[in-house]
């Protein structure tokens, strides 16, 4: 469950644009020079991220599964039967499978993601993995409010977001998603959530420059993308991956650094870079649980229970308004 994995959808459902042109150009135009994260997740982005979290380096896709196989017993008291399970993302992940195994008797399963096409492929396999669940996809952009199918709305209902997704977020964007989620689940439902936490700095480390350098290759390729769909003239031999945590901010940021005074072209636009320049490409906040708990009750929900795992490097949070 990764923001957005289509390649330039126009107009989604809800309103929501993915204007890769036109963040692109804005991204470089300004000081320093960034480009939005959720733009990672083309097809060759996806399949990169998919490589990452198998990496014995990444941590959160490993120990998260393993909270949630270890609490299952106790997520499942969380999804009796009549209950609708809302999924932010598209529920391509191993967890998602851990859950509903979990949950038995859901009335509805309803994954929610921006990219239309890749969440119809994902609920025809559900459907054939899973051949009781009623699997009612809708294509939306979840950072915003969006309508939950009618049906819905006399059911109890969960939101699931795992993956520590949120942490993509600028905390002020990370409450506003929360506040939205509690608006688009509506009173009396359950959001179960996870978080990647602070901890020592070398994990983190290495988490974001692992050895076989696949995160290098996933950053980079957000420059062979706007090749490939944007026309750019990146030449992606003259940038290089940077990953580092940030103790202030606690998050690690991710930057591709020009190893030479350049001129790149995208879209028609031109864009000069100093050597050492860097384009910031992905924060990806580590929160404690204290700190979590206290932004979703910013958020209006209610922190009801929390799961770690015995390192306390990653927290499933379970939240109620
Ligand atoms: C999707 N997201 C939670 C990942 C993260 O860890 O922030 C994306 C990622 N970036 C580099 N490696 C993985």
Known sequence: AIPARSVRPAEMEGGATFDFAADVVAGLQATPKRIPSKYFYDTAGSLLFEEITQLPEYYPTRVERGILTENAEAIAKLLPAGRALIEFGNGSSAKTRIVLRAARELSAYVPVDIAAEFLEEQ?????LEFPSLNVLPVAADFTRAFDLPASLRTMPR?????GSTIGNFDPPDAAAFLHHSGL????????????????????LHAAYNDAAGVTARFNLNLLARINRELG????LGSFEHRAFF?????????????????????????????EGE???????????????QALAREAGWRPIRVWTDSDGWFSIHVLAN
């Open 158 to 162: 969960v939101g699931f977001f795992p």
């Open 232 to 235: 750019g003239d990146f030449d």
């Open 123 to 127: 609920a025809k396999t559900l459907r």
């Open 246 to 274: 940030d103790r202030g901010h606690s998050r690690i940021e991710m930057h591709l650094v020009s190893r030479a005074v350049q001129r790149v072209s995208v879209d028609g636009c031109s864009f000069d870079f100093a």
């Open 184 to 203: 688009s689940l509506g009173t009396g439902a359950v959001m179960v959530i996870g978080v990647d936490l602070v901890k020592n700095e070398a994990v």
């Open 278 to 292: 860097t384009i910031h490409t992905e924060n990806s906040y580590k929160y404690t649980v204290e700190a979590f």
